[in-house]
């Protein structure tokens, strides 16, 4: 699995940077998941806070679904299929 459900905050997420990914809870039970890399120069976002993703690099922000909220990124992050088992968010 990737994380434990009780390890993603409601309204947040946690950034996966091994993997390369951001798993968020937008709203209590719905769990989605989102590439870590950047879509404007390829650094990986390091923080999800306030309800946003954000990419250290040029200030880029995404919501917690990955559409881009502040550029300079045009493009969203990329979703991935997951599935939930066992209080575990999983790749589907």
Do not use: E
Not at 45 to 67: E, K, M
């Amino acid at each position: 699995g990737l994380v434990a459900t009780a390890d993603v905050p409601v309204g947040g997420g946690v950034v996966l940077g091994r993997q390369g990914l951001v798993v968020t809870q937008p709203r209590a039970g719905t769990f989605t998941c989102v590439s870590a890399v950047c879509t404007h120069s390829g650094c990986l976002v390091d923080t999800v806070s306030n309800g946003q993703i954000s990419c250290p690099c040029h200030g880029s922000r995404f919501d917690l679904t990955g559409a881009v909220v502040r550029g300079p990124a045009t493009q969203a992050l990329p979703a991935k299929a997951v599935q939930v088992t066992g209080g575990v968010v999983r790749l589907a």
